[in-house]
């Protein structure tokens, strides 16, 4: 069995949101694979009983914030008794990539991301592949928590359906294949989005009305 976690924040404040890119993904796996099935709640998350090539799958969405994400995968791991190394993956944003593309990795380090952060330390530094998925670079003016809680612009449409069908399919490579197939196959060299995420600016606010909103800020 294999369990396969899109990382985002749940609520109708953050749908389509870059942070969300994971949950997107998961979507469309479901569209694929677990369409007509009924969604359950447990592990403090939306789970999709799915088949991918034959190999029984978990689909996940946590619905704890994504500071807290390590809650979910840890309690369907241990339930499981899955090896986070060949049984686990993980599909989270990246500001690294530009919109449309994504990366498979082995393993690799949390990079600031407070929900791979948190699966680190709930699993103990195992190591467990993730498909890293492009929501674009920041631009100047902001600083790393409000972009990746913006939203897609209407111009970003195309690559946002485009990178979100791709993680998909690698996904799927990488049920079917392997995780190395499945990096020799998607992990196009890509010019860096613009943006640079190490200015510090002062923060542009989405909303601070909203007490959530200024959780997952201070959080992220």
Same mark, same amino acid.
């Given at each position: 069995m294999k369990l396969i976690v899109g990382l985002g924040n749940p609520g109708a404040l953050y749908e389509r949101t870059r942070h969300n890119a994971g949950f997107l993904a998961v979507d469309e796996l479901a569209r694929r694979h677990a369409a007509g099935m009924i969604p359950k709640a447990r592990f403090n998350a939306v789970t999709l009983d799915a088949s991918i090539g034959g190999e029984k799958v978990l689909l996940m969405k946590p619905t704890t914030f994504m500071n807290l994400s390590g809650k979910s995968v840890g309690e369907a791991v241990r339930f499981f008794k899955l090896e986070p190394t060949e049984e686990l993956l993980v599909i989270v944003d990246e500001i690294a990539?530009?919109?449309?593309? !994504?990366? !498979?990795?082995? &393993?690799?380090? =949390?990079?600031?991301?407070?929900?791979?952060?948190? %699966?680190?330390r709930v699993l103990g530094g195992s190591p467990y592949p993730r498909i890293r998925v492009g929501v674009g670079?920041?631009?100047? $003016?902001?600083? &790393? =928590?409000?972009? !990746?809680? +913006?939203?897609?612009t209407d111009e970003e449409a195309?690559? !946002? &359906?485009? $990178? #979100?069908? /791709? =993680? =998909?399919d690698a996904a799927e490579c990488v049920i079917r294949e392997g995780l190395k197939p499945a990096m020799n196959r998607f992990n196009k060299k890509v010019a860096p989005? /613009?943006?640079?995420?190490?200015? &510090?600016?002062? +923060?542009?606010? %989405?909303? #601070?009305n909203r007490s959530d909103t200024d959780q997952i800020r201070t959080e992220q």
């Open positions: 990539l530009p919109v449309g593309h !994504v990366r !498979v990795r082995e &393993k690799g380090g =949390a990079n600031g991301h407070n929900g791979l952060s948190d %699966i680190d670079g920041m631009p100047p $003016g902001w600083v &790393k =928590a409000d972009w !990746v809680l +913006s939203r897609y195309v690559d !946002v &359906k485009s $990178g #979100t069908g /791709e =993680a =998909a989005p /613009e943006g640079d995420d190490d200015q &510090k600016p002062e +923060s542009k606010q %989405i909303n #601070t």
